[in-house]
């Protein structure tokens, strides 16, 4: 995410993994997102490093999976953490941090829809990369098949209900947050939460039932 990084040493931050950071306050205890990002907001660049750091990848297979498309996820990934920067100064502890950046990535992805109205098209990339290596070969096979046929039945999703189901498979949002980000209310989340894991299961266990009606 070199592009990533470029951005945020030009707002202040340096994300260069060889640097060595000094940190402003001692971090005993794990600290919670929300008081890293007040600790950013005090100057600590260090807690801004942690924050990246334990949301990046999810953040960006949401950005993924949403865009389809990695040059499109990679300049929404980079908007997102540079609002997340510009907006260090007031921060609030009104809202969990995921909360607050997801709210910034479905504004950031929603606004480039209505810029790219063609934005939609197969995935360039697989969010899923990081295979197992003590996985034998049928089951890495076995593996990227299931991965191949839920991002085919993602592209067929509607929007609302995939933006939906990628909040809480991927940020991990609960109905509540997502509602939050998305601005509706938590029927209409539940809602289209529900239809979205119903026809993401029926696309995985369709070829399964077919090919056992065959044999």
Not at 65 to 84: N, P, S, T, Y
Not at 106 to 118: G, L, Q, T, Y
Not at 144 to 154: G, K, P
Request: with cysteine; hydrophobic share 35%.
């Amino acid at each position: 995410m070199s592009a990533v990084a470029g951005q945020l040493i030009n707002n202040g931050v340096t994300l260069s993994p060889g640097l060595r950071l000094t940190y402003s306050r001692t971090m005993t205890a794990t600290p919670t997102d929300s008081a890293l990002m007040l600790r950013y907001k005090d100057g600590d660049v260090a807690a801004f490093e942690t924050l990246y750091r334990r949301h990046n990848d999810s953040l960006y297979r949401y950005l993924l999976r949403c865009c389809l498309d990695r040059h499109a996820a990679e300049d929404i990934f980079q908007e997102v953490w540079g609002k997340i920067v510009k907006s260090r100064s007031n921060y609030r502890r009104s809202a969990k941090f995921t909360t607050f950046l997801y709210r910034v990535a479905h504004n950031c992805f929603i606004d480039h829809v209505r810029r790219n109205k063609r934005h939609l098209g197969k995935s360039d990339a697989d969010p899923d990369q990081f295979a197992n290596p003590s996985d034998d070969p049928e089951l890495a096979a076995e593996k990227s098949l299931l991965r191949d046929r839920l991002e085919i039945a993602l592209t067929e999703l509607p929007n609302e209900q995939r933006d939906v189901f990628l909040l809480y498979e991927e940020a991990g949002l609960t109905l509540d947050n997502i509602a939050q980000v998305t601005g509706v209310n938590r029927e209409t989340a539940k809602s289209r939460l529900r239809y979205a894991m119903k026809k993401l299961k029926a696309a995985l266990t369709e070829p399964a039932q077919s090919s056992e009606t065959q044999s």
